[in-house]
């Protein structure tokens, strides 16, 4: 059976037909207890009764995954050839003239005594269940059930809870069998590791022996089971659902944007919900967003200003009281006269500002105004040197997510979204396991979705871009038939031009002839940086290859943190401006408007190191960054920290790095301020304030406006309207929102970026989104768009939550956003050009291999060592371990036995490891996570190496 369609919104390719677009629907007429309706062929009953407004109860059905008819609650009098009879309305398709009677006394006796079968063993616990008072079981018992048992026998017994995860619990008593997790994990997550166990009334939900149900995704599966079975380890007896109040906010766990409900009682977060937005998150979350919540109140949160006093242990030195808590004057007046003297002695480059993806977009802009505008160093950069160019990110031509759901082929490169963007992995999978999208990847190892993979080419770590040009150009493909074999798949399912590729710059501006398309028309490309072993040039020069072979795709940059696409949008990064214009185009502009910009371009974050280790950096602001456990190469981290004459670190929570602060200034963290965020795809959603920040922590924007106030300038603005105001009136980016870009046709799905200057030719998806069927198009909307979801089961507990607080949960979080001022005359209309991209491959050859030597991959995992894991009590003994994974050949030739200890060795460090046998790998290649517990990978990796070799030896001799 066919998993449903991916319900994105309308996925229209720049100048194409739109990939995977819907063909025209056929209507029929069905009718609904004596009310007659409209539906599309083959839709499911259940569906279209309720968009009509007919609820049918129900507890197995999902609209995101396969009918089963397990529960048999849907049960309803269809009209057949011999009469109505019952049947389940999740399992029966509409078909023209169809008649449908849901409340007759059959059907109510059906539902009678299906809940009356259900309660044979289910506890009457309600009072101490975590599901009391949102339970869809309780509500339908009460709705559609008996007044009273008839069973007085026994209930069967289980012990309970079982931990069958460190975040799920599990109670086999409650359990009815409705089959939603067990779908879930295997058709959804495709993590199989939930099943059934027994038969009869012996079926319980089960793992497999000693595996526990280890996925990304389980929190999903207790927030769509509709009785108390499985729960949140986190959450567990925290609060009632009477107690809580919530606003709608956007997770910034990654820059994917998941939507989700935020949840507090007593003035704490207590809980996260997925809610479902059809062109983003669709209802799910991954395990790392929806825990994060105790990050929140963490013994260790930042709650007022500290200043390290001079000649108690000194600078770096941790565990030894060296820091003093201050007032906030005190602590912005010494770090304003430390700038000053660094302005006065060095000049504006003597300042530098790392990290700000943490922050939400007025707070990146104003921290990008005071830094460009008022201090003058251009030395600003949002990434650790962990990502790709600014430039190329925010130049190349954007898809969106429902264009890589929809995309007739995806070319991943490099990174694996399950590990960067889990929830992007998801709608991935989704659409590969369905077959209407192929997948071509270009990895350094197998990834999540090498399995769904049309052609999975494999590349040694420095070798990228010639594995592209070979695939999209036809050179260099080698003597290995099976090689050229792949290559050549892949080449045809990408729609690769035959002929030798123009320049990217040429290939940018070609218009397609008439009747024909571009090459690479309906392929959406995913480029992340797949390794910090080695530099972004080979990321860089695969994605000038693939943007002059195939000038029809469209490519979607996986970013890893949280709105590092807002960061760089308002200017957080070197040679950038607001608006993503180029400094030297946004001059003239950026000067009228703020009064002066950085005279050249300043260093990205390698080059603020390097400058503050030699002592040319004098002043480093740290904004939620840890370049210590972050950068790829940890000596150089270490050595900036310690040559800095003065660091002034912004962050929730302490950090490796914030051991060599000078001063520590506490900011307010998710769901403690507003504001928007921008996502990966460039969707800008509303971010919800719930809870007030801890004792003194401010908004990272007022502390950018206080501390210019102390430097002795204003940044113009007191309030995030007013930034918002200023952004729409300077930002080409940004210009065409309007005044409030959440207006009702918006306020959950957000606004894509830019916005065409004549709405027609907009891209269906800067909008709000349009289903080519406008029967479902009315449903769709009608839950996503009013609050209300595409199904009451698919978002327990939100519906049965009061909206309080800061921000409408049918409007997104508007409380700022409903006083904005009629604008801010600042510029005279004349805006800035943004950037478009034409990069060029480097011509310089790559390192050769050393024979003897093994090519290092640190790719990141969704749980290390980070702050925000390691803050979550729930998420942190998660954390990926640092071992090094080689291929068992590897192994065998040095007769190291997996699990054994070995040495591993590179040209700058030396660390002793556990080794683990990995056959997703190929030989010549080791891989050790980045940032991983029990060892830091960073210390074998050298800044600016275009790849890392290392030796793995044993006791006996080397390799």
């Not at 960067?420 to 992995?425: D, M, Q, R």
């Not at 071992?883 to 591993?904: F, I, M, T």
Request: glycine content about 12%; proline content about 8%.
């Amino acid at each position: 059976m066919p998993l449903p369609p991916d319900r994105g919104g309308s996925a229209a390719m720049s100048g194409t037909e739109p990939a995977g677009a819907r063909a025209p629907v056929e209507r029929v007429s069905i009718t609904v207890d004596g009310r007659q309706l409209r539906a599309s062929k083959g839709e499911l009953l259940i569906a279209a009764a309720e968009r009509e407004g007919v609820y049918i109860p129900r507890f197995c059905y999902h609209p995101r995954m396969r009918e089963v008819g397990m529960c048999r609650m849907c049960l309803v009098e269809v009209k057949g050839p011999r009469g109505f009879s019952l049947q389940p309305a999740c399992f029966q398709h509409v078909a023209e003239g169809m008649e449908v009677v849901t409340g007759s006394p059959a059907v109510k006796k059906a539902q009678d005594g299906v809940l009356e079968f259900l309660l044979v063993n289910h506890p009457l616990d309600c009072p101490v269940c975590d599901k009391g008072g949102e339970c869809p079981l309780q509500d339908q018992t009460l709705t559609y059930g008996p007044g009273e048992s008839r069973f007085v026998e026994e209930k069967r017994h289980w012990a309970k809870p079982i931990a069958i995860s460190r975040l799920v619990d599990l109670d086999r008593e409650r359990c009815i069998q409705c089959d939603r997790c067990t779908r879930f994990a295997k058709e959804v997550a495709g993590d199989p590791f939930i099943t059934f166990l027994g038969r009869g009334d012996h079926t319980e939900i089960s793992t497999f022996p000693d595996r526990p149900f280890s996925s990304y995704f389980s929190g999903n599966t207790v927030q769509i089971c509709p009785v108390g079975a499985l729960t949140s380890a986190a959450y567990r007896f925290k609060a009632r659902p009477w107690d809580l109040e919530q606003v709608e906010s956007t997770c910034t766990t990654c820059g994917f944007g998941c939507r989700m409900a935020v949840q507090s009682s007593s003035g704490r977060l207590v809980r996260y919900l997925g809610i479902d937005v059809d062109p983003v998150n669709q209802g799910w979350l991954c395990d790392k967003g929806r825990f994060g919540f105790e990050a929140a109140a963490a013994p260790d949160r930042r709650t007022q200003p500290l200043v390290r006093i001079s000649g108690e242990g000194g600078r770096g030195t941790t565990g030894t009281g060296a820091t003093e808590p201050r007032s906030w004057r005190q602590a912005l007046e010494l770090v304003a006269g430390r700038c000053n003297e660094a302005l006065a002695s060095r000049g504006p480059a003597s300042i530098a500002v790392v990290g700000g993806s943490r922050l939400a977009n007025e707070d990146a802009y104003a921290w990008a105004k005071l830094a460009k505008g008022v201090i003058g160093t251009d030395s600003v950069d949002a990434q650790l040197d962990d990502g790709m160019p600014a430039e190329m990110v925010q130049g190349l031509p954007r898809a969106t997510i429902d264009d890589a759901c929809n995309a007739s082929t995806v070319l991943l490169l490099g990174a694996d979204p399950r590990e960067e963007l889990p929830v992007l992995f998801l709608r991935l999978r989704r659409s590969l396991a369905g077959g209407s999208t192929k997948l071509v990847e270009c990895v350094p190892a197998a990834t999540s979705l090498t399995q769904l993979a049309s052609v999975s080419l494999r590349y040694l770590p420095g070798e990228m871009a010639s594995t592209v040009s070979a695939m999209v150009g036809g050179k260099g493909a080698g003597s290995d038939p099976d090689r050229r074999s792949q290559l050549e798949a892949a080449s045809v399912l990408l729609g690769a031009a035959p002929q030798s590729p123009p320049s990217a710059g040429d290939a940018r501006e070609a218009p397609e002839q008439a009747g024909e398309l571009m090459p690479g028309t309906g392929v959406v490309v995913l480029i992340g940086r797949p390794s910090l072993a080695e530099s972004s040039r080979g990321i860089t020069d695969s994605a000038a290859i693939v943007a002059a072979a195939l000038p029809g795709a469209r490519f979607l940059p996986m970013l890893r943190r949280a709105n590092l696409q807002g960061a760089l949008d308002a200017g957080l990064a070197p040679g950038l401006l607001p608006g993503r214009v180029g400094l030297g185009a946004g001059r003239e502009h950026y000067e009228k408007v703020w009064g002066a910009v950085p005279a050249a371009r300043g260093l990205d974050t390698a080059g603020i190191l390097a400058g503050a280790a030699a002592g040319t950096v004098e002043v480093l602001f740290l904004l939620g960054a840890d370049p210590l456990s972050d950068f790829p190469d940890q000596d150089m981290a270490r050595a900036a920290l310690e040559g800095a004459r003065f660091v002034v670190t912004v962050e929730t929570h302490p950090s490796a790095s914030s051991a060599f602060a000078d001063v520590v200034l506490p900011a307010a963290g998710y769901g403690e301020r507003a504001g928007t965020t921008t996502s990966t795809e460039s969707r800008i959603t509303a971010l919800g304030q719930k809870v007030v920040p801890p004792s003194l922590a401010w908004p990272d924007w007022m502390i950018a406006a206080e501390l210019c106030d102390a430097l002795g300038s204003d940044l113009g603005f007191e309030s995030l309207s007013e930034i918002w105001s200023e952004m729409v009136d300077v930002s080409p980016l940004h210009r065409g929102l309007g005044i409030d870009p959440f207006d009702s046709g918006n306020r959950r799905w957000g606004v894509l970026v830019p916005v065409p200057a004549d709405p027609q030719s907009a891209d269906p998806q800067s909008a709000d989104p349009v289903s080519a069927d406008p029967v479902s198009a009315a449903g769709e909307r009608g839950g996503a768009e009013a609050g209300k979801p595409i199904d009451p089961m698919a978002v327990p507990g939100i519906g049965s939550v009061e909206t309080q607080g800061s921000a409408s949960m049918a409007g997104s979080a508007r409380s700022w956003l409903d006083q904005l001022p009629a604008g801010i005359a600042h510029s005279d209309g004349r805006l800035p050009p943004m950037l478009c991209w034409n990069g060029e491959p480097s011509s310089g050859p790559m390192p050769k291999r050393d024979g003897y030597a093994l090519r290092l991959i640190a790719p990141h995992r969704l749980y290390d060592q980070g702050t925000g894991v390691q803050a979550c009590a729930a998420l942190a003994p998660l954390s990926c371990r640092a071992q090094v994974h080689v291929n068992q050949a590897e192994l065998d030739a040095l007769g190291v036995p997996a699990g054994g200890a070995v040495l591993v060795t590179s040209a700058k460090g030396r660390l002793e490891l556990v080794a683990v046998a990995d056959p997703a790998l190929p030989r010549s290649v080791a891989m050790v996570p980045f940032n991983g517990s029990g060892a830091a990978v960073s210390q074998l990796i050298a800044a600016g190496s275009e790849v890392t070799e290392v030796r793995i030896e044993n006791s006996r001799g080397s390799r």
